[in-house]
């Protein structure tokens, strides 16, 4: 055979082979995954999907599947717009794929007709790898909270609650059959401690939770970037682990995650997780009980803060905290609002048996919300872990006591005793926040005329400008560092000539 023929021959034969592996297959089956695959099919380039709903029959309100055998191919994905809260909820949504579960893009193109009664999504270049996972929001797996717990256990910050063992587990979610027949084992759910015990003597106590609803993974973000920040090292969250105590139970609803569910737990399919909060037997939603007993136990029914991290699947209006009137001007939240000019206000009543309302209700928080984050084309995961630090920045200016360098709660003349023993000196050898005890407020690695500014500053906010002055007086006799600190204090005065501490020479 002529040496052309063969290479003729050779590639019909590799062309075949390719279009035989071109074939795509699609797989819903695995954490968090929701596709209903046998009634989706592949034809050619286009890819029918069919929404699965454990909650709503007949609509979708959670997509998440593997495509495999797509490298070098741009196919069109189309599903109906039989959307839970009607097909209008898909304008302006876009679809998110990855190639390993943890990068997320948004694909290029997504256009919801309602008179084909479809919502149709593709790229405009073809998929680089063989297989890629393809969601309507950016996913959080129930092992996502299990992986990301484990890595907590060695942290110096984090300890079991009274209701958890050395793994930070509370107990086990019931399991069951989910919708599909297939068996959902029971899974660990967790809560933990972050908290800095050398810290303040009453200290505030703040309850965190997510995963109620089980499609709603943005709020599982939001929290794990809270997380991220309160047992970093960061001097803010240094700082206000000596003010506060967190309690952390990040994923109520784990065995309606694993399955794919939208909103519900697999014990429980037909019932809103989020409307039975009321102990002792949480209408026997035993997923629920475990977290809301645990938190009961947990923290004694008392904090002061109550945050359940949910998202609103099909809303396009914001992020936003649903906040009872009376909360509203909440130094925390309005901290927060100013932090993240993302977020806005809603009013809540927490007239339903809401987590918000238990933490109300069952652990006298003085305030208790929901806060609700959106899939918003263009957003990716890294927004919603800022916007939980956000949170913790929000907590840090609420509750830090401005120059207390001995962590006491207060600013008072203790601290204006260890300001001058660290004063014109390199602390730069120091952690920061061993260096901010030693007065280097600004966190340049000095304690110096910046610092004094600050302290001033804060002091006389706090005690008020005679106040200040009084620390001087106290000054039996002057040693170096005192004296250069008169010299400073005079010169912030402007009073050189007035006060008799600035009328001697040094
Ligand atoms: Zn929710």
């Known amino acids: 055979m002529p040496t052309k023929k063969i290479v003729c021959a050779c590639l019909l034969i590799l062309l075949s082979v390719s279009s035989a592996r071109a074939v795509i297959t699609l797989d819903g089956d695995f954490d968090h995954g929701g596709l209903d695959e046998a009634n989706s099919s592949v034809a050619g ?21 593997s495509a495999d055998g797509v490298n070098g191919l741009q196919p069109t994905f189309r599903i109906g717009d039989n959307f839970n809260t009607g097909g209008s909820s898909l304008v302006g949504h876009a679809m998110v794929y990855s190639y390993d579960q943890e990068n997320w893009s948004f694909f290029d193109n997504n256009a919801r007709s309602s008179s084909a009664g479809t919502f149709t999504f593709s790229n405009n270049s073809a998929f680089t790898q063989n297989q890629v996972w393809v969601a309507y929001g950016l996913p959080y797996s129930a092992g996502r909270t299990a992986s990301h717990t484990s890595q907590l256990v060695s942290s110096p910050w984090v300890s079991p609650t009274l209701s958890g063992n050395s793994s930070l587990v509370i107990g086990q979610s019931p399991g069951g059959i989910d919708d599909l027949g297939r068996t959902v084992m029971p899974q660990d759910m967790y809560g933990y401690k972050i908290s800095d015990p050398t810290g303040v003597p009453d200290k505030k106590k703040i309850a965190l939770v997510s995963g109620v609803h089980s499609n ?3 709020g599982n973000y939001n929290l794990e970037g809270l997380v991220d920040f309160l047992v970093s090292d960061d001097i803010e969250a240094s700082l206000l682990r000596k003010y506060a105590d967190f309690y952390v139970y990040p994923m109520a609803n784990p065995d309606g995650r694993f399955a794919g569910y939208n909103r519900s737990t697999v014990q429980r399919e037909s019932l809103d997780p989020n409307r039975y909060w009321v ?3 949480y209408n026997n939603l035993d997923d629920i009980e475990v977290v809301g007993d645990a938190l009961i136990a947990d923290t004694g029914g008392d904090v002061d803060y109550l945050l359940d991290f949910h998202s609103t699947v099909n809303g396009k209006d914001g992020h936003h905290g649903l906040i009872l009137p009376a909360y509203q001007s909440d130094p925390m939240w309005l901290n927060l609002l100013q932090l993240d000019p993302g977020v806005h206000t809603q009013g809540a009543s927490l007239i339903d048996d809401t987590g918000a309302k238990f933490g109300r209700v069952h652990l006298n928080a003085e305030f208790s919300a929901t806060f609700e984050t959106q899939f918003l084309a263009g957003e990716n995961i890294d927004r919603f872990l800022t916007l939980g630090r956000n949170f913790g920045l929000a907590f840090e200016r609420t509750f830090v006591v401005a120059a207390d360098l001995n962590f006491d709660g ?10 001058l023993a660290g004063s014109e000196t390199n602390l730069s050898i120091l952690s920061p926040i061993d260096a901010y005890a030693a007065g280097d407020l600004n966190g340049d690695g000095f304690n110096d005329i910046i610092d004094f500014g600050i302290f001033k500053n804060a002091y006389v906010l706090a005690n008020g400008l005679p106040g200040f002055q009084a620390l001087f007086t106290q000054v039996p006799e002057p040693n170096s560092k005192s004296t250069t600190l008169i010299a400073l204090f005079c010169l912030a005065l402007f009073r050189i000539s007035r006060h008799p501490l600035c009328s001697g020479s040094f």
């Open 279 to 281: 102990p002792p037997n």
């Open 45 to 65: 380039n286009l890819v029918m999907l069919a929404g699965r709903d454990n909650y709503n029959a007949g609509d979708w309100k959670w997509l998440y599947f």
């Open 216 to 218: 709603e993974t943005l």
């Open 410 to 419: 207060q600013l008072t003349s203790l601290d204006w005793n260890l300001f």
